[in-house]
């Protein structure tokens, strides 16, 4: 027999899992019967009111085993002798379109610019002690793309994209702990990401597919307007069915590259901002209505904020941006000369600080002396931003910062707080570093927000620079149903890179429906020119 049950309770009660299975066994109606099997299928924090409490779906079994949550023994036909599909770029978008094409009875040709994950960390570790950055190898590029080292989010608004659930069961299926298919908000974390991202490396090889590092695209193979395969940067061409373009939001040369190939690609609007840190206790305080420590059943509190904001006669919206608790703010650039901040959490989320990006969004009519550069135009203003604050900060990988009330006031803080960035902070007046435009908005929001979180708007907080890397400034197109380039044929612009993805499960759900998309088209026997 199963009874579900929609249970209201206090964080100890959710988390404490002896307690909690006592107050389902209770509540079912089944307390005292043997071999029962109680498990949450949903989970969420509600705390909007003073006193915090937990909505939990809960099923019940007695007399009865249900099914498993997931499928854990996914299955993988050997595609090994099957006819090739390309995939550029080794993040969320292309591992997941690489397992797709396996599914369907397709090999996939996984070209990775980077490193594999585990000697990807050696470079990160240089970047953070001694600055040097990579421009193949680093918080952006590597295998995994940029969510390898991220708080490992897994929610996203794209739920018509694709089958949300079936992401995260291939993820569970992978090493993923089984509570992301559960909580309302799930993460992974970065310390368990790199073994999650060296399982499906492994399921794909396993299968016949090649996952290639230290790979990077230097052209395509174009053949009037159709594409053939790419030549990487020694000289090897490489073909197949098609190419599925899904190198992430930071691969400047690839669109430099389309560009000089004359493939079309569009400017887009993105964000751009700052990193605030917070203690994590002043946010816990502020969201869980708690003096000072929010207990041991509690997760970091985060949050979410937004404020309109008017200039010149211009709305536009200051926001937060990958809200990471407990968290560590990272050096993210991917060329020497600039400066990018990025944040990531462990799966504890136990660090001392919380830090979010703080973003105001950038409309091309924003950029109007950059419209020379085209379709770059948005890529340029981005760059030139991250050159001027990695001068601001010395010209090493130290970030300019600044308290957060000194400036709104326009005045350079005379000490800056401990900081979770480990390159380390120079102060600076973030005014003359950030374009007129985006401080001034920033400054209009930081006092408005208090009003949403009070407490929120305080110099026991800091700002660092520069958070740019929201979204791609590029734009890639492709057709609303087939998702083809319109130009180019066999070309599958995909995820972040592209402009259609924010976020590691959106990105693996277009991956999933380009490798469909191209499959259906060019896959079948008889199809291939």
């Known amino acids: 027999m199963k009874k579900e049950l929609q249970l209201v309770l206090s964080p100890e009660e959710a988390y404490n899992e002896l307690l909690f299975q006592k107050i389902a066994a209770e509540k079912s109606g089944f307390a005292g019967q043997k071999d029962l099997i109680i498990r949450a299928t949903k989970r969420s924090i509600d705390a909007r009111s003073r006193k915090v409490k937990i909505n939990v779906t809960v099923e019940v079994y007695s007399g009865q085993v249900p099914e498993p949550l997931v499928n854990s023994g996914k299955y993988y036909p050997n595609v090994k002798h099957s006819d090739p599909l390309i995939i550029v770029g080794a993040g969320p978008a292309g591992l997941f379109a690489a397992l797709r094409a396996i599914e369907l009875g397709i090999k996939p040709i996984v070209l990775e610019r980077g490193k594999d994950v585990r000697a990807r960390r050696r470079d990160l570790a240089a970047l953070n002690k001694e600055h040097i950055v990579n421009p193949d190898s680093n918080y952006c590029f590597g295998e995994g793309g940029a969510g390898t080292y991220s708080d490992g989010k897994l929610y996203t608004r794209s739920k018509k994209r694709g089958d949300l659930r079936r992401i995260m069961e291939i993820l569970v299926a992978h090493g993923a702990n089984e509570d992301i298919l559960v909580d309302a908000h799930p993460h992974i974390g970065t310390n368990k990401l790199p073994q999650l991202i060296t399982r499906l490396r492994e399921s794909i090889i396993e299968a016949g597919g090649e996952v290639l590092f230290n790979t990077k695209v230097t052209e395509l193979l174009l053949n009037k307007d159709t594409i053939e395969g790419v030549i990487t940067s020694d000289g090897e061409k490489i073909t197949g069915l098609g190419v599925i373009l899904a190198t992430g939001h930071s691969a400047r040369d690839v669109f430099q590259l389309l560009t000089r190939q004359k493939v079309l690609i569009e400017a887009k609007p993105f964000a751009l901002g700052v990193r605030i840190e917070h203690d ?203 998702f083809e380039h319109p130009q180019i044929s066999r070309l599958y612009p995909c995820g972040e890179g592209a402009g259609y993805a924010g976020g590691i499960v959106s990105a693996a759900m277009d991956g999933e429906r380009c490798a469909e998309k191209l499959i259906e088209k060019y896959g079948k026997a008889g199809t291939r020119n």
């Open 280 to 482: 994590q206790k002043l946010i816990d305080s502020i969201q869980y209505h708690c003096p000072s420590d929010r207990g041991p059943f509690l997760p970091a509190s985060s949050y979410s904020l937004v404020q309109q904001t008017v200039l010149d006669g211009k709305q536009r919206g200051v926001f937060s941006f990958c809200m990471c608790p407990g968290g560590f703010i990272v050096p993210s650039a991917s060329s020497p000369g600039e400066i990018v901040v990025n944040g990531m959490s462990p799966s504890r989320r136990d660090g001392k600080f919380a830090n979010s990006g703080m973003v105001v969004a950038v409309e091309l009519e924003d950029l109007p002396t950059y419209q020379k550069y085209g379709p770059l135009a948005a890529l340029m203003f981005q760059q030139e931003v991250e050159k001027a604050a990695w001068v601001a900060g010395g010209e090493t990988q130290v970030a300019p910062a600044q308290r957060m009330v000194d400036f709104v006031n326009n005045k350079q803080s005379k000490d800056l707080l401990p900081t979770s960035y480990q390159p380390g902070l120079k102060s600076v007046n973030m005014n003359d570093v950030l374009p007129d435009f985006i401080a001034k908005r920033l400054a209009m929001a930081l006092p408005l927000l208090d009003k949403k979180m009070k407490g929120y708007y305080t110099n026991e907080a800091q700002i660092v620079g520069v958070e740019s890397r929201t979204s791609s400034p590029v734009r890639i197109p492709r057709s609303k149903e087939g």
